[in-house]
């Protein structure tokens, strides 16, 4: 019988603060706070990991709410113990059906090694971020406050997944701005749910993924030690056989998009 993830001890006094500012700062505009991402997959690694959140509220909330919102949880106003924060803002009508668009109302990046961003335009960002971190978050997100993740947010269509997964392994098969173990990492994580249609946590995809590519098991191997280590002192992992595999995990993405139907696979 599998145990519900619960958040480390190590940021649970900062989440607790996180959800009293958020319900100050919305008040009965707030539906739910969800923690996803290695948080939801019991995969968070402190030092590396950054602390995912996504709020979910009524379309009624004052924009002026935003400001302060953001306000309120940046880092040092809100000292944040993990590498970042990555918060995002959904209206409830939005979060509720399944998209494949952006849609939030507000993305605020913070922290001690993420730069600091604050979006309130869903145009000004790829789509493919929140998609993906909401299929994640319908499927594992756990309740801080409110509403249960499964009422508030609705799964996107495979299809938009796959298309969301396509713009992921580009932008990761790039690197721009991306640590090498986490880009091998997260090809890892895409491979598995184009087989399973599941999300794993990235050290559990990284195994499955080396046990059956033998190609890739050394590679793989060092992502993994890498990402035992603090995003500063990451290991440097040699570029072209992180790109084969990237290119390699993008073929698997294209697959399962011929196999879902509505795309054509590569040459």
């Known amino acids: 019988m599998s145990r519900t993830p619960v958040p480390p001890r190590e940021v649970r006094p900062y989440l607790d603060e996180l959800v009293q500012r958020t319900r100050a700062v919305c008040g009965p505009h707030l539906v739910s706070v969800l923690a996803v991402g290695s948080l939801a997959l019991g995969d968070y690694r402190h030092g590396r990991s950054d602390v995912d959140v996504t709020v979910v509220v009524d379309r009624s909330l004052p924009r002026r709410a935003l400001f302060e919102l953001a306000g309120?949880?940046?880092?040092?106003?809100?000292?944040?113990?993990?590498?970042?924060?990555?918060?995002?803002?959904?209206?409830?009508?939005?979060?509720?059906?399944?998209?494949?668009?952006?849609?939030?109302?507000?993305?605020?990046?913070?922290?001690?090694?993420?730069?600091?961003?604050?979006?309130?335009?869903?145009?000004?960002?790829?789509?493919?971020?929140?998609?993906?971190?909401?299929?994640?978050?319908?499927?594992?997100?756990?309740?801080?406050?409110?509403?249960?993740?499964?009422?508030?947010?609705?799964?996107?269509?495979?299809?938009?997944?796959?298309?969301?997964?396509?713009?992921?392994?580009?932008?990761?098969?790039?690197?721009?701005g991306h640590a090498a173990d986490n880009r091998v990492l997260n090809g890892c994580r895409s491979v598995v749910y184009c087989r399973t249609g599941r999300w794993s946590a990235k050290r559990g995809a990284a195994g499955i993924v080396a046990a059956s590519e033998a190609d890739f098991r050394p590679l793989i191997t060092e992502a993994l030690r890498s990402f035992e280590r603090p995003r500063e002192s990451a290991l440097v992992l040699p570029g072209a056989a992180v790109g084969d595999f990237l290119a390699w995990v993008a073929v698997r993405v294209e697959e399962a998009a011929a196999a879902e139907g509505g795309h054509d696979a590569p040459a």
């Open 72 to 176: 309120a949880l940046a880092h040092p106003a809100l000292p944040c113990p993990a590498a970042g924060l990555e918060l995002v803002v959904y209206p409830a009508d939005f979060a509720g059906r399944p998209s494949g668009g952006a849609g939030y109302l507000m993305d605020l990046n913070t922290g001690p090694s993420l730069p600091e961003r604050v979006s309130r335009d869903p145009e000004e960002a790829p789509a493919f971020w929140y998609v993906l971190d909401r299929s994640l978050a319908h499927q594992a997100g756990l309740s801080l406050f409110g509403e249960p993740v499964r009422d508030v947010i609705a799964a996107p269509e495979r299809a938009d997944v796959l298309t969301a997964l396509r713009a992921s392994v580009r932008e990761h098969a790039e690197g721009e």
